[in-house]
């Protein structure tokens, strides 16, 4: 018999499930669509009214608003909504459009002879405190900044011996005869710390930029002078002079003068001294640590510096609108270059609709961010897709489709209101990058709360999971672990391996590092292992995570970090002596004395700067331009090619032997490259990372950030020798067996004293 409630009700689930599938599918695309407009008005649109906006807060506030959108229509409504107070001259349309639209000519101010263009230049990409060696820059405009390296001068001021004392900073300036008001300020700055949330605040405390501070535009020299307090929250200071626009200036003397004991600390005349981590004391040059922002001049009693519009030559065209797909039959169309004079750009934005949707920001981060874990999850998804998509050296030369890269992560989320922020999407949309800086951090990183990780970390040889540090008597190192809480660790450590960013060397080395600490909570444990062939079941708890870091990261000295193997062999771990031992070592060598480096667990910078030149029977050859950033004006994926012209390196010395593995990564390769390429030594063991180049630091809006490279480094032998993504590759390749960490062996130190006793057969290293 036919049943009409059943029928009904069978009618209303199909219609449910479709509408469910409906949803989340449209969700990803109002989502897709706002990344697409919120990264090229936020880093191309050059509008007064964009500055004005706190970018990480307007992301949480818009994917909020985006998301649920039921049409096409509704959504081009609220990105209109979004983006109109912001970019004035914004239009979304059905149809791409170009700039010889009727819209664009009308935007445009009748009489533009009085009026500056403004446009964005990107040295790589400013992201705040932490990016210290990019830079952005609004054309004729203010280079906005909270960040040491966008000073023309700076020095840097130890105040430990100095709390409670009222510190007075002083510097005899003169403004270029002929010059435009360069707004000069003078600023202490307190540098970043690691508790990365909070140091906004002491840049915000100490920086002097309010129009009071600005200089006057005086033609004479004179003395310009700020005070601080010097309290326990400061820690050690920089000062410097922060020009905001085009202008000339001149420095003749800049010191430093504690006013509670009458006493001057220091005069620096142009010059600072500071220790390096080697321990030695050094003198420097004033640190100019932007050139391309500035110009210095140096005389014999002062300095002349010129601050510029730009930030390089390049410039988009005066005309250029950018007409994109962000979805389906939707098209947002901006101009890359507006006019302006100097307190605006026109046509000039409604303000009240600005002052709206600040306040609707301000309201939605105060109620909480309902349902804050995935708006948080949607929006630094958002952010850092568009930072690599129009700053990331490496992208280019990758086979990846990055707009279906965002499309993948967004649909990976699920509005499940779960109290836990889920990384994994940001994760392995960032591992596609092979980009072995990355590191993804959340704000649970930054809790103080107490932690918990598993008591041993574990390393993947073959197809087996082996313990290779132990912090408990009942796990032994060597066991294969096969389950944890009846959770396969195969199984686990792929998935774990598809988060991490970087080479196949680099994953490994990673995962046995983060692995452990995927176990948070203080919970009974019961392992599965095989020993010796023979099946366990091993019960344990969880330990505190700081008992595994003391384990995986102390590089504490003993009595086997340097050790003579032989009267012509001597091995020494870098990463656990200091300086002067291996400096004392190389200074008393013999002729026929071969030195084994061993930089498995890493090595300190003064390898490169003080180590490197020791080696060297002969002079060293230069360092050739290897770093390159990206300058970006227009909304597309940077081309970086590789510069330098291929070069043969030197038959390695077999005075030298380096090991290295994985962990060996950024300035650590640069410094290897350097050694192959000067034929300072042989190296054994694995490829290294793989990656090179300044990193820079993107803060999302959840509060945590995302690590990735942003200036592309090269090869000084050119690109046949590019080790991005493919490591540095040893000259004898060996790895450790299961075999040989339960019998404790090295046989990567082993292989490198047969190769001093016996010679190498090789004619030419294995390394091409």
Wanted: net charge neutral; charged share 25%.
């Amino acid at each position: 018999m036919f049943n009409i409630k059943k029928y009904v009700l069978s009618i209303f689930l199909v219609f449910l499930l479709c509408s469910c599938g409906y949803t989340d599918n449209q969700r990803a695309h109002n989502l897709s669509s706002f990344a697409h407009t919120y990264g090229l008005v936020r880093w191309f649109h050059p509008s007064e009214e964009a500055a004005k906006i706190d970018w990480n807060k307007f992301a949480l506030y818009g994917v909020k608003e985006v998301a649920d959108c039921r049409s096409q229509k509704e959504l081009q409504q609220k990105l209109e909504e979004l983006f109109l107070p912001i970019a004035p001259t914004i239009s979304f349309s059905k149809e791409q459009k170009s700039s010889n639209d009727d819209d664009y000519i009308l935007s445009l101010p009748v009489n533009k002879d009085d009026l500056l263009s403004v446009f964005w230049q990107h040295s790589g990409v400013d992201l705040g405190i932490w990016s210290n060696n990019y830079v952005s820059k609004r054309a004729n405009r203010p280079l906005a900044t909270q960040n040491i390296s966008k000073l023309a001068l700076h020095g840097y001021f130890p105040t430990d011996t100095y709390k409670g004392h009222k510190i007075r900073m002083s510097a005899k300036i003169r403004i270029e005869p002929g010059s435009p008001n360069p707004a000069l300020h003078m600023i202490l700055i307190k540098p970043p710390r690691n508790d990365f949330p909070n140091a906004a605040e002491f840049y915000t405390k100490l920086c002097a930029n309010d129009s009071s501070a600005v200089l006057p535009n005086n033609k004479d020299w004179r003395i310009y002078e700020r005070e601080i307090t010097i309290d326990d929250s400061l820690g050690d200071l920089y000062w410097g002079l922060y020009p905001e626009r085009a202008g000339a200036f001149l420095v003749e003397r800049i010191s430093l003068y504690d006013v509670t004991t009458n006493r001057t600390i220091s005069d620096f005349l142009f010059g600072t001294s500071r220790k390096e981590r080697s321990g030695r004391q050094i003198n420097e040059d004033l640190s100019r640590t932007n050139p391309i922002s500035f110009d210095y001049s140096e005389y014999d009693n002062y300095l002349s510096i010129s601050s510029k519009n730009q930030i390089f030559e390049d410039t988009p065209e005066a005309d250029s609108v950018i007409s994109r797909n962000i979805g389906s039959q939707l098209y947002v169309n901006i101009p890359l270059v507006l006019y302006g004079d100097s307190t605006c750009t026109y046509p000039k934005g409604n303000q009240y609709a600005l002052e709206e949707l600040n306040s609707k920001i301000s309201a939605f981060e105060k109620e909480g961010n309902k349902a804050s874990n995935t708006y948080k999850e949607y929006a630094d998804i958002v952010v850092t897709w568009n930072v690599i998509k129009y700053f990331s050296p490496y992208l280019d030369e990758l086979s990846l489709q990055w707009d279906d890269e965002l499309a993948t992560a967004l649909g990976m989320l699920k509005n499940d209101k779960s109290d836990d922020y889920n990384r994994v999407p940001l994760e392995l949309m960032m591992a596609k990058l092979e980009d072995a800086h990355v590191v993804v951090t959340t704000q649970l990183d930054y809790s103080q709360q107490s932690r918990y990780s598993l008591p041993f970390s574990v390393k993947k040889i073959g197809n087996n999971i082996v313990v290779v540090q132990s912090n408990t008597p009942l796990i032994k190192v060597g066991d294969v672990v096969q389950k944890i809480n009846n959770e396969d660790m195969r199984k686990k450590y792929a998935h774990s391996e598809k988060r991490v960013s970087g080479s196949l060397f680099h994953k490994n080395n990673r995962v046995r590092q983060t692995l452990p600490f995927e176990y948070r909570k203080d919970t009974p444990l019961k392992i599965k292992l095989i020993r010796n062939k023979e099946a366990l079941i091993i019960e344990t708890n969880t330990t505190p995570d700081y008992v595994m870091y003391s384990i995986l990261y102390d590089r504490v000295p003993n009595e086997n970090n340097v050790r003579q193997i032989s009267e012509n062999i001597t091995y020494i771990n870098v990463s656990c002596t200091d300086f002067d031992r291996v400096a004392k070592i190389l200074e008393q060598r013999s002729s026929n004395q071969t030195i084994i480096f061993d930089i498995r667990e890493g090595a300190p910078n003064f390898l490169l700067r003080y180590i490197i030149p020791l080696l060297a029977d002969e002079p060293l050859p230069s360092r050739r331009e290897i770093l390159i950033t990206p300058q970006v004006i227009y909304p597309k994926t940077p081309i970086v090619p590789d510069t330098l012209s291929s070069v043969a390196p030197k038959t390695p010395s077999l005075k030298n032997i380096f090991l290295i593995n994985g962990n060996n990564i950024s300035n650590m390769e640069e410094t290897l490259d350097y050694i192959r390429y000067a034929g300072l030594g042989y190296f054994i063991g694995s490829n290294t990372a793989g990656c090179s180049g300044m990193i820079n630091i993107i803060p999302l809006p959840s509060g945590g950030q995302v690590v990735f490279t942003g200036a592309k480094s090269l090869s000084l032998m050119g690109a046949e020798h590019y080790y991005y993504r493919v490591g540095i590759k040893p000259d004898y390749f060996i790895e450790e067996t299961i075999d040989d960490i339960q019998r404790g062996r090295d046989v990567i130190l082993d292989k490198a004293i047969e190769i001093v006793i016996n010679g190498t057969k090789m004619a030419t290293p294995e390394f091409n």
